[in-house]
């Protein structure tokens, strides 16, 4: 099995709601109260946020960007959207956990809602040769001219199947992209089930020969 270090990784979250909320219902107030809470919240500052509204009912965005740009925040009628980029650290997977973990307290979604989960890692090889060796055990004839691999994969535990892409990355040099799309019900024990997305990932990656060195202390 290839053990790679991780260069770069995200996170993403679509939470569709089970009825389209109007512009009263959000209660943008409150929510952006909630979003700046440094205690609860997500520590955002009031200038962070801003709000789009071309209609009485339905027709508005909040958006807020954070984490110098590499996070983001987006609530619409239909859903609301959560995503964390460019994150190369332990001490970035803290944070990410972190923020997650408060996101979904304040939220406080129905138990009926589901997640849709997204995820991403740039892992290095030790050289490109090796890099191309471990991917060309996906092409199946010599046609193939740059070979991938994508499979669902059931994992003890998870509630739903996670779908995985393994490809060459177009961002870091000598590394393979994984990216990671699965679902859940949002009914959890939130710190120690966020907490558990990395082995989680980690071991759907496992079926295809792959694993991963701890994330890193510093750049």
């Known amino acids: 099995m290839e053990i790679v270090p991780i260069e770069i990784f995200g996170v993403a979250i679509d939470v569709p709601f089970l009825a389209p909320k109007g512009f009263a219902q959000a209660n943008f107030e409150d929510f952006g109260a909630k979003v700046c809470d440094t205690v609860n919240g997500l520590s955002l500052r009031p200038d962070q946020i801003k709000l789009k509204r071309w209609d009485e009912l339905y027709g508005y965005e ?3 960007n954070f984490f110098g740009d590499n ?4 609530y619409t009628a239909e859903r609301v959207k959560l995503s964390v980029r460019n994150a190369r650290t332990a001490a970035d997977w803290t944070v990410i956990h972190q923020t997650l973990v408060r996101f979904y307290n304040l939220m406080e979604f129905n138990s009926r809602t589901i997640t849709i989960l997204s995820s991403h890692i740039h ?3 030790p050289s490109l040769a090796e890099r191309d060796e471990y991917l060309a055990t996906f092409a199946h004839n010599p046609t193939i001219a740059r070979p991938a691999a994508m499979g669902y994969v059931k994992i003890a535990d ?4 996670i ?10 040099p000598d590394s393979v992209f994984i990216g990671w799309d699965t679902q859940f019900a ?9 907490g558990s997305l990395p082995v989680v990932m980690e071991n759907s990656a496992n079926q295809f020969d792959i694993g991963f060195e701890p994330f890193k202390q510093t750049v």
């Not at 998870?158 to 199947?161: G, R, S, Y």
């Not at 779908?163 to 870091?172: A, C, F, G, H, V």
């Not at 949002?186 to 710190?191: K, P």
């Open 62 to 64: 909040l958006s807020a």
């Open 158 to 161: 998870w509630e739903k199947d």
């Open 186 to 194: 949002n009914a959890q024990d939130w710190d120690s089930f966020l």
């Open 163 to 172: 779908r995985i892409l393994i490809e060459q990355s177009n961002l870091t």
């Open 71 to 74: 996070g983001s925040l987006t």
């Open 123 to 125: 892992g290095k090889f």
